[in-house]
């Protein structure tokens, strides 16, 4: 399934238009991470663990929303929007949405 920002798809025709489509995924951030993520911060680098949650958690919700896309009957998402919001009380919370529209190419 193609999933794309753009509003239009190159050499594909949009026949149809079936509405907006959304994935959500909220994961939170265990304390080993935290911790490790802290000493990277002191002494400089990548916080490979936090890195790779957010890859898993786009990649979840992208599911979700071409999921949603094919109830609908559709064959692509165009227009895609990510987002990432920290949230919780302590912000040990991190929401992935993304949200697109559902189309027949």
Not at 77 to 101: A, N, R
């Amino acid at each position: 399934m193609t999933v794309t920002t753009t509003p239009t798809i190159e050499g594909k025709p949009i026949q149809e238009y079936l509405g907006i489509v959304t994935g959500e995924v909220i994961v939170g951030a265990n304390i080993f991470r935290d911790l490790f993520a802290n000493i990277r911060d002191i002494v400089g680098g990548r916080s490979g663990s936090y890195e790779r949650i957010l890859r898993e958690a786009r990649e979840r919700a992208i599911e979700e929303l071409q999921a949603e896309c094919g109830t609908l009957g559709g064959n692509a998402v165009v227009g895609i929007d990510l987002d990432y919001e920290v949230i919780g009380d302590t912000g040990s919370m991190l929401m992935v949405s993304v949200s697109g529209t559902a189309v027949k190419v």
